[in-house]
């Protein structure tokens, strides 16, 4: 049983020195955003506020609330994920994240635990607004147990929907978002295996210190509706892992309701996958689709650095595919971390 736990342990640092020694400057960097104003038509609404925060995490605000999606954004070393210790670095996410939105923010989303989707959650923990919930599998909540959000965390596996079932909705404590989430799933890192795959079993007392301890539990996607008078007027879709087939989708109807805004979804590594990311697009039918998940999360974007993108993930052909079949109607937009969008009227 230790062989194989070794072997597997082998197979994953060679896997993860490939994706980092094969990341690759993204070309043309045109297609890069660095951050625009979005306008639409038929927006009556006020703006919406956009911030990217690197790898699946973003910021959202809508008039007085803050959406935090998959806080991560110290991107440790691969040596580091690989044989060392990671941790949530305070300073640094403090330096980056802007204290006033944070203090606004009502809900986070936590789209699995592996490290690159919350490690910086308690970092920010803090500045957070003091009756954020926080919204994520029983892994995720597991870990957060260990921190001063434990009781602010919300499981909502067993209140999930999927395709064919809509879930229980999820309210802020004022009520000014709600959030359902979905059953979605995880594509391989290598061979067909998952790295870091099952649940933390039981509450945390101390983070874990290596990367394998941040166990991904169930993928979920969510809808994410800021709310007027007790009706959504801006909703959002957060795919934060590459889907298959239906999993992590909502069902159909529910978009009579409300149409989609803004999705973020993964950037797809293949051709099968981005084959998905394409039906998943057309499926939920945003007005702006943002692309997430491909730079590289090995290191830190400086102000001057080119943008790499991980191995095998061609952000360009992922960017140019959706631009060539949803273009103009749908806004596709590849950020970099730290860009900040405006969607508004025209
Ligand atoms: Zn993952």
Not at 58 to 84: H, Q, T, W
Not at 122 to 130: C, T, V, Y
Not at 306 to 314: L, R, Y
Request: hydrophobic residues 40%.
């Amino acid at each position: 049983m230790r062989q194989v736990a070794n072997l597997i342990g082998c197979l994953a640092t060679i896997a993860v020195m490939g994706m980092a020694s094969c990341s690759k400057v993204v070309t043309p960097q045109s297609i890069i955003s660095k951050g625009e104003r979005l306008a639409l038509n038929d927006w009556d609404n006020d703006s919406i506020e956009i911030i990217t925060t690197g790898t699946a995490g973003f910021i959202i605000r809508y008039k007085e609330s803050v959406l935090v999606a998959d806080p991560f954004i110290g991107n440790p070393s691969m040596n580091k994920v690989v044989s060392g210790k990671i941790y949530p670095d305070t300073v640094y996410a403090k330096s980056i994240y802007n204290k006033e939105l944070l203090a606004k923010a009502k809900a986070v989303i936590i789209g699995h635990g592996h490290y690159d989707h919350v490690l910086d959650l308690p970092a920010i923990s803090d500045e957070l607004n003091k009756d954020v919930r926080v919204f994520c599998n029983r892994s995720v909540a597991n870990i957060v147990a260990a921190t001063s959000l434990k009781d602010n965390v919300v499981n909502v596996e067993s209140v999930s929907g999927s395709y064919s079932r809509e879930g229980e909705w999820q309210y802020t404590k004022d009520s000014s978002i709600r959030v359902m989430a979905f059953k979605s799933t995880h594509p391989p890192h290598f061979l067909g295996i998952t790295l870091y795959s099952g649940d933390v079993e039981a509450p945390l007392s101390k983070l874990p210190e290596k990367a394998n301890g941040w166990k991904m539990g169930l993928p979920l996607t969510f809808l994410v509706d800021f709310m007027e008078a007790g009706k959504p007027v801006c909703r959002i879709y957060a795919q934060s892992s590459a889907c298959s087939d239906s999993m992590g989708l909502f069902p159909a109807g529910m978009m009579d309701d409300k149409k989609v805004d803004v999705a973020f979804t993964a950037a797809a590594s293949s051709k099968k996958r981005l084959a998905q990311l394409l039906a998943t697009v057309k499926y939920v039918q945003p007005r702006v689709e943002i692309i997430t998940h491909w730079d590289n999360f090995f290191e830190r974007i400086t102000v001057e650095q080119q943008v790499k993108s991980m191995a095998k993930c061609d952000a360009a052909k992922n960017y140019q595919s959706l631009e060539k079949e949803y273009g103009p109607a749908i806004k596709v937009v590849l950020p970099r971390q730290g860009s900040r969008f405006v969607v508004a009227g025209k």
